[in-house]
């Protein structure tokens, strides 16, 4: 075969001709030969072709719709650094306005031309961040009044998010955990209080808890320890974990007091890729005031035609979050984000009350705070029923949906729960859809003859919940 020939051959082979679509994909050692562009495409693609359509997935948080014009901006700008800042000076520009507005939405009282915040691949980066300069301002104290520093701790619900378990673990910090119970099904204050002393850090409720939907009552949480601070002396502030309510809060209960109009708040993170409603991944995390933002994190840039503070753990990261964040702020404005969020609030809220309607579930709790919900099955049905929550999300993801059940946090770990996040990109319509399909999965459950391979697991365990 001559050159002119096998090039031939090649141009024209069809990609599903190819002998690499009759071999397994390698996956130990970096292949030794070359594989053209299209088939290694088609083989990358395929990879990921049976997975759940993203907007089925009800499990996460994350952003899995935007428009045209934000994926477009993305796209665009997929080979830009963040971190370059001499050669995208702009982009940087664009950050400090998100951090102003994303500041301001949460009532910042700093006075700055550029207030006081960070960028962060996600929630984690911008909880981690948030959580050091908590430490590291506590520390300075200790230090300053020639006390002991080295066995900081910080309180929160059991109901965390795994990221505060990382941050204990990797700065070695006591990490102590009030239980919810069914009592108590969110932060229990009182307890809160009485676990904190001289070497609390600072206490971190969560608005938007990511086991239950439900928001930790950090009003009262604030009344609390300022009368605490104030008996003690000590100086224990709040650092309010907002992944997710931290862009719902602004917009469908703005009067609710939980930012920095509250005393003790002095930080708060949020998702700037959950209902800040751009893909993955972009966090935020804001100080109320330059002062509570400890020099050693912070590395002085002045590109902005000021000098101002840059913070991260990360040193590179994509641009493209960051653009779209802004190009939110501009095309949706807070009306939009308001119609947005209002309307996940109402399609979640209506698929709860028909959940709630069905007789093998039951609720956990009344109302919504979050566009988000959980429910586990009635007591009574589950001590005859023959399936478990853990069979229905099986049988869910038959037509597409991913709904997650789970075991409950330490104290009512026995008791499974199935949880639904509403998004941007969820309609009525499809709630119905889901609505059916559960109704149709529950149908064909209870014609079982025989319990299934979870009911009896659950069953021998001692963990069919009973109240
Ligand atoms: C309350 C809470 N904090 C932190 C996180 C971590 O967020 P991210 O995935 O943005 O890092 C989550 C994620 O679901 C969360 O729900």
Redesign the pocket.
Known sequence: MDKIEKNQKNLSEPIFGSPQMREPAPSEYIPKYKTPAEIAYQIVKDETFPQTQPRLNLAT??TTYMDDYGTKLMNEAVGINYIDETEYPRVAVMCGRCINMVANMWNSPEEAEWKTGAV????????MLGGVAAWLRWRERRKAQGKPYDKPNLVMSSA?????EKFCQLWQIEMRTVPITRDHITLNIDEAISMCDENTICIVP?A???WTGLNDDIEALDKALDRYNEITGHDIPIHV????GGFILPFLFPKKKWDFRLKWVYSI?T?G??YGLVY??L?WVVWKDKKYLPDQMSFSVNYLGASIAQVGLNFSRPAAQILAQYYNFLHLGFEGYKEIHSNSMTIAEYCHQQIGKMPCFRNYSQTLENPLFIWSLDPEYEKTAKWTLFDLQDKLMQSGWMVPAYTMPKDIEDMVVMRVVVRQGMSRDMANMLLEDIQNAVEELEKLAYPTPSRIEAQTKGKVYTH
């Open positions: 948080f994350v962060g691949i996600g929630s984690s980066e911008a909880c965390y998010q795994v990221v505060w969560i938007g808890v990511t974990d907002a992944a997710s993170s998702s890729h959950k993955p991944g966090g």
